[in-house]
């Protein structure tokens, strides 16, 4: 149905290439050919439409094949000067009417967006010198009247408003962690300092997030320079302290754009100098450079990449002729829409602020959530054993893990840990989970014993699944007196929310559990309650979507299936998040079930896409689909049934999903929800009511705290996960991208 009115689409790529793009691409094609519009892409940005000729090609379904696992952007990029002038414009617009293409999707910064606005406002006047000079008929004129314009953002930096995310960004912060992480080992090795130099001219959200999570040192971001002018001497105070307490290694990180409060520029080299000279310190300088653009996308950004794709397709099917442009981003978790023009002016908005030296508004036009992190980093840094401030109760706050181990747990035990002994309290460290609680094992935790934890992956603290019952709850009660503790945290998946949920509903016959104590979610298999994503959810996406990537290319020659197993008990976020990330035909999951006759037409559209050229196909099953259609039963039946059409091989991937150091997102969402963990803890305690026992998440595009009498109608109980489940939607989504659709033009 290539509408009457409305003329075909165009995709392309512009400035700064990043990791997610192609992504975009591929979601942009798929759905438009899922939706019978005729659909182009150009190569090499703006530079492509001004050429024309074999830079704008008519896409089909396999031109965007293949192609979600790579870094960049295989569609090309470009600066374009002759896009900058009318003239360039003019061509631009003749070559995109000669295809009948009047809706373009840009992927780019502010820069190309600003472009294709000003392209947009020009257009009409375009189409009138083109008819004048007979460029073009009148009947072309008359049916391409408006050009609709929707725009993602393809940006390692992280720096547009309107959006949470960029594309690109999560895979970048993936970058310099790992080198953060690397850097660090050899510099505890040696007792080094080292100067980490990370991208962002005007924005410091590569250095904070990268800092957060590689557990860095000190800071240095454009929008908010160290708010004193001796800031050399307090940055070498904290760093002493440091030293004083045991570490052994300096990492400073900072934005290449950092600079003090006079607005004068600092430079890597100057930090090196001040950690020498007063210090002492053995100071290295790290530049990151481009590697922080390249490699493949991180799960987050294939998913990000193919959301922002799809959902930029409807909308410039739905614009209306005077209908604004829009900016298709992300906030918690859900596609936003936000006039293009108002997020590139309050980008720019920031730019200027900071080089007016206005730090509070750059900060406050970063927005709330870039502000906390910032707070809690600087928190953390300084967060060395303090005195109680006058007047408050000194508090015995304990830690603990619960439930299969989780990327992430060593990072929030850290951060708690930290953030208690900062604020004067006691921290004591309960091991092995329940299991340990009942027997005893109860330890006082310090500054140093929790150092270099926020990169570890596993649990040293231990953990287990047990959930207590019976006489155990006795035991716990009686440590929680012996061991005078006033509050507790429970860094965990469901067995962990389970054993919490006991210890609220016994309160009336066990008074010691009438402390604060509070939840933080952490397991793989992200199925509790109040939390859309929870701890380690992110790490096992990405190591599944890096083993899928390797599975595939060892199979590139022949024709065959993969069967991939995945965890997630009854929960079928991984397979599905990991499915869309892979591009993989087909999800099965336990919400959804398996039944023969699903067997059957799977195998059936396979047989017919390997006849017709396919190679390759890989299906996702979550390990809990169903216990009688199991991985080997499902691979046998395709096996004997596809005879010589295709073979199959079975992967069931195991323990290495929970495995690896955690993600740069874990990490960070483990140190916010840990600092809101301790100060939930500290202001119950100080509570005259009863405290609460609750448990917390990022819940829509927000932390929130749910006192546990929601618990139980929050879940299904029986399958071991929450009723309400956000990317439940994004099915649809996956099914288009594994689909061929219809051919536009034809009657099907
Ligand atoms: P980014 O999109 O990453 O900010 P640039 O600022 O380099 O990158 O812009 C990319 C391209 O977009 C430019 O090379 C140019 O072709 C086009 N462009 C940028 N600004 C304008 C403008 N004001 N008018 C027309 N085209 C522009």
């Excluded at 001219?201 to 454009?222: E, F, N, Q, S, T």
């Excluded at 503790?485 to 509903?505: F, H, K, P, Q, S």
Aim: net charge negative.
């Amino acid at each position: 149905m290539t509408s009457e009115k409305k003329g075909s689409i165009a995709v392309l790529t512009s400035g700064g290439d990043s990791p997610g793009m192609n992504a975009a691409v591929r979601a942009v094609v798929r759905t438009a050919l899922d939706k019978g519009v005729e659909v182009y892409i150009i190569y090499e940005g703006y530079q492509g439409m001004v050429d024309g000729g074999d830079r704008i090609v008519k896409a089909d379904w396999e031109s965007v094949g293949g192609i979600l696992h790579r870094g960049g952007t295989v569609i090309g990029t470009a600066r374009c000067m002759e896009f900058k002038t009318r003239e360039g414009r003019l061509t631009a617009a003749r070559n995109l009417l000669q295809h009948n293409i009047n809706n373009l999707i840009i992927i780019g910064g502010d820069g190309s967006l600003t472009g294709a606005h000003i392209f947009r406002q020009e257009w009409l006047s375009l189409l009138v010198e083109l008819m004048e000079k007979g460029e073009i008929s009148n009947e072309i004129a008359q049916n391409h009247q408006e050009l609709n314009i929707v725009g993602m953002v393809g940006s390692i930096d992280n720096d547009m408003f309107g959006t949470d995310m960029t594309i690109g960004a999560d895979t970048a912060l993936h970058r310099i962690t790992e080198a953060i992480d690397a850097i660090t080992s050899t510099a505890a090795s040696h007792k080094r300092a080292f100067v980490i130099e990370v991208m962002g001219r005007h924005c410091g959200y590569l250095a904070l997030m990268g800092a957060i999570a590689g557990g860095a040192d000190w800071v240095l971001i454009p929008e908010s320079p160290p708010d004193v002018d001796n800031w050399e001497d307090r940055m070498c105070e904290v760093m002493q302290l440091g030293r004083n307490a045991g570490r052994r290694d300096i990492i400073v990180v900072m934005a290449e754009g950092a600079q003090d409060q006079n607005g004068r520029h600092i430079s890597s080299d100057e930090v090196k100098k001040i950690l020498e000279e007063r210090l002492g310190a053995d100071t290295r300088v790290t530049i990151l450079g481009h590697v922080q653009r390249g490699g493949a996308p991180t799960a987050f950004d294939r998913n990000l990449g193919t959301m922002m794709g799809c959902a930029a397709v409807d909308e410039i099917l739905a614009a209306k002729a005077d209908s604004e442009p829009m900016l298709i981003g992300i906030r918690g978790n859900r596609i936003t829409r936000t006039p293009l023009m108002q997020c590139v002016e309050e980008t720019q908005a920031v730019a200027k602020a900071i080089a007016a030296q206005q730090y509070d508004k750059a900060m406050d036009l970063r927005g709330g959530s870039f502000k906390e992190a910032f707070r809690i980093f600087r928190t953390l840094v300084r967060a060395f054993p303090h005195q109680l401030k006058e007047g408050q109760r000194p508090l015995r706050l304990a830690v603990m893990n619960a439930g299969g181990p989780a990327p992430g747990m060593n990072t929030a035990i850290r951060a708690a840990v930290r953030l208690g002994l900062d604020k004067g309290h006691t921290m004591l460290g309960i091991e092995n989970g329940f299991g340990g609680f009942i027997a005893g094992e109860i330890k006082e935790m310090d500054w140093m014993s929790v150092a270099g934890l926020a990169s570890m992956g596993g649990a040293e603290l231990g953990t287990n699944r047990k959930v207590p019952k019976g006489s155990d709850l006795y035991a716990i009660a009686r440590n929680i007196e012996k061991f005078k503790i006033d509050g507790l945290l429970i860094v965990g998946g469901w067995t962990g929310y389970e054993a919490a949920n006991l210890m609220y509903n016994e309160r009336d016959n066990y008074p010691a559990f009438n402390i604060p104590f509070i939840c933080l979610p952490a397991t793989i298999n992200n199925n509790l309650p109040g939390s859309e994503l929870s701890i380690g959810a992110d790490t096992a996406l990405n190591n599944i979507v890096w083993a899928v990537d390797k599975i595939k290319q060892s199979a590139v020659a022949s024709r065959r299936c993969f069967v991939v197993e995945v965890m997630g008990r009854n929960c079928g976020y991984l397979a599905l998040m990991s499915g869309l990330a892979t591009g993989a035909e087909r999800v099965y999951m336990h919400e959804e079930g398996v039944t023969l006759k699903d067997l059957q037409v799977d195998l059936h559209s396979l047989i017919s896409g390997f006849k017709h050229g396919k190679r390759l196909a890989l299906i996702m099953r979550n390990e809990g689909s169903n216990s009688f259609y199991t991985t080997s039963f499902m691979s046998a039946l395709f096996s004997e049934e596809s005879r010589d059409v295709f073979d199959v091989r079975q992967a069931i991937l195991g323990h290495l999903q929970q495995g690896g150091d955690p993600s740069p997102f874990d990490r960070i969402q483990a140190t916010e929800l840990a600092s809101k963990c301790i100060d939930f803890l500290i202001q119950e305690s100080n509570s005259e009511e009863i405290p609460r026992g609750a448990f917390v998440g990022l819940y829509g595009s927000k932390t929130q705290f749910f006192e546990f009498d929601r618990f139980p109608r929050m879940i299904e109980r029986e399958f071991h996960r929450p009723k309400r489940q956000w990317w439940m939607e994004l099915r649809p989504i996956a099914k288009i991208m594994s689909q061929p659709g219809p051919t536009p033009g034809s009657t099907e």
